[in-house]
C-alpha cells in the first residue's frame, strides 16, 4: 500500500530536519540547494589544489576528491534516472537491471559497492570539469523526474536518499580539508558556559523511528521500546579544560586507563608521531601561570589556541573511553543519548557542536531489514560504534535526534568529541 504524505510540506524550510516529510516541490528545492553546497565546496577545493590536479596524499580515511565529486552524481543518477522501479520505493530491488548512464564508464569509477577504496586512488578519473558537467547533467535529469513523481513516500523515497547522501558527503569534503590541510572558511563552536549534570528519570522509551510514514535510514528501524534506568548525563560536551586534566595526570601513560586494544592503538599512534593528545594537536597541557588549559590545534591548516570551554574536537572512542575511566565516569548508551535529547533540552542538553561517541556498537535494531542501498548499514554491524548528535559542518536538515552515525572506534578525522554518563 502507498505511503500518504500527512504532512503540509509548503511549510517545510528546505534547512529543517522536517526535510525527512517533504514533498515535491520542497524536495527539488533542498536537491537544488545540496548541489549548489557541493560546487561550492568544489570551487573551494579548486583554490587549493587546481595546480597539482586534485591530487592528494593517499590517506585510508578519505576518499580521492575527484573520486567524491563524482560518486555524488553517480549515486543520485544509479538509484533515481537509471532505477526502473524507484517508485517503489524501499521495495525496489537493488540487483534489477539498471538503465545505461549518460556518460560511459561511471560505473567502473564511482560504484562503491564495487570500487575498492584502494583502487580509488589509480583510476583514471575524468578532469573536473567533465565531472562538474556530469554533476549538472545528472542534477537536471533527477529534477525531471521528480517533477512529474506522485507526492508519496514511495515515489519520493530515493530523492530524499539523495539529498542526504549528498549532504553526508558534503560534510566529509569538509573533514577532508581539515585533514588536508587546507583552508575553508567555516564557523566552528566557540565556547559553551559549564552546566551541571542532569539526572534523567527511568523511563520506556521508544528508540528509533516509528514506520508511519516519511523518510528514515534503515537502521533507525523499526521503533522498539527500551527500559531505561535513571540515569545521569553530561548536559554538554566534555571540553578542553577537562580533557586537559587527563593529559595532565598522564593519562596517555598509565595502560590501566584503557581498553586492550585501545592501547595498542594509542602506542602505535605514539611510535608514529610521539602522539599525546587529540588528532591535529600541537599543545595540549595546563598552563605555567594561571592554571588554564594550553591546546593549540590545527584547524583547516592553521594553528588556533583552543578556549578551554570549547567541546574537544578530534577524539577517538578509545580516548573517549580513557578519559571516562580516568574520571570514574562512562560514555552514553545511545538510548540514553536520545532520551537526553528528546526530554532534557529545556534543561540544558546541548547537542551539535560535534558528533558525539557513545558506548553503543553498532548493530542494526531488533527486525531490521535493510533497504535497497544495501551497503550502508549492515556490512558495518560489530565493528563500528554509534555516534550521536551532529557537528557544526552538518547540514540543518541532517541533525535529527534520532539519526545514527557510526564510525570504526580509531576514527578521529571527523568533528568529533564526547559527553559521559555517571557510574
Known amino acids: 500500500m502507498k505511503r500518504k504524505i500527512m504532512h503540509k510540506t509548503s511549510l517545510i524550510s528546505i534547512d529543517s530536519p522536517d526535510m525527512r516529510h517533504a514533498g515535491r516541490d520542497v524536495l527539488s528545492l533542498a536537491l537544488m540547494d545540496a548541489r549548489n553546497q557541493t560546487l561550492h565546496l568544489l570551487g573551494e577545493y579548486e583554490k587549493a589544489l587546481a595546480e597539482v590536479n586534485f591530487e592528494v596524499p593517499c590517506v585510508r580515511e578519505l576518499n580521492p576528491p575527484l573520486w567524491e565529486l563524482g560518486h555524488i552524481g553517480w549515486f543520485a543518477e544509479w538509484w533515481i534516472a537509471r532505477n526502473l522501479q524507484r517508485h517503489l520505493g524501499r521495495r525496489a530491488d537493488p540487483s534489477a537491471t539498471r538503465l545505461a548512464s549518460i556518460e560511459t564508464g561511471v560505473d567502473g569509477w564511482y560504484n562503491s559497492s564495487l570500487v575498492a577504496h584502494d ?94 510514514g516519511g523518510f528514515s535510514f534503515d537502521n533507525e528501524r523499526p521503533a522498539h521500546v527500551v527500559a531505561v534506568p535513571e540515569f545521569e548525563i553530561d548536559a554538554q560536551a566534555v571540553n578542553w579544560s577537562q580533557f586537559v586534566e587527563f593529559v595532565d595526570d598522564g593519562g596517555y601513560d598509565r595502560e590501566e586507563l584503557w581498553h586492550p586494544l585501545g592501547w595498542r592503538w594509542m602506542q602505535e599512534k605514539n611510535a608514529q608521531d610521539g602522539r599525546r593528545g587529540p588528532a591535529f594537536v600541537e599543545q595540549i597541557g595546563v598552563a605555567r601561570f594561571g592554571g588554564a588549559a594550553a591546546v593549540l590545534q590545527t584547524r583547516f591548516g592553521k594553528s588556533m589556541r583552543m578556549l578551554g570551554g570549547q567541546p574537544v574536537m578530534h577524539v577517538s572512542w578509545w580516548e573517549a573511553d580513557a578519559w571516562c575511566r580516568w574520571a570514574g565516569r562512562r560514555l552514553p548508551a545511545e538510548v540514553e543519548w536520545e532520551v537526553a535529547a528528546h526530554t532534557a533540552a529545556r534543561r540544558g542538553f546541548k547537542w551539535g557542536d560535534v558528533w558525539e561517541w557513545t558506548g553503543t556498537t553498532f548493530r542494526g535494531y531488533p527486525g531490521f531489514t535493510p533497504d535497497p542501498y544495501r551497503d550502508y548499514s549492515q556490512p558495518w554491524f560489530g565493528t563500528h560504534k554509534v555516534l550521536r548528535g551532529a557537528s557544526f559542518a552538518t547540514r540543518s536538515r541532517m541533525k535529527h535526534p534520532k539519526y545514527r552515525n557510526y564510525f570504526l572506534p580509531e576514527r578521529d578525522d571527523i568533528f568529533v568529541g564526547f559527553r559521559s554518563c555517571a557510574v
Open 119 to 212: 583502487t580509488r586512488w589509480s583510476l583514471d578519473l575524468p578532469g573536473v570539469d567533465d565531472i562538474r558537467r556530469y554533476l549538472l547533467d545528472t542534477l537536471e535529469s533527477n529534477l525531471e523526474i521528480l517533477e512529474k513523481a506522485p507526492d508519496e513516500d514511495d515515489a519520493l523515497y530515493f530523492h530524499r536518499l539523495s539529498l542526504f547522501h549528498e549532504d553526508m558527503h558534503g560534510e566529509a569534503w569538509v573533514y577532508m580539508a581539515q585533514t588536508l590541510g587546507l583552508p575553508l572558511k567555516v564557523a566552528m563552536p566557540g565556547p559553551v558556559p559549564a552546566s551541571a549534570p542532569l539526572l534523567v528519570p527511568a523511563t520506556r522509551w521508544s528508540l528509533g523511528v516509528s514506520d508511519v
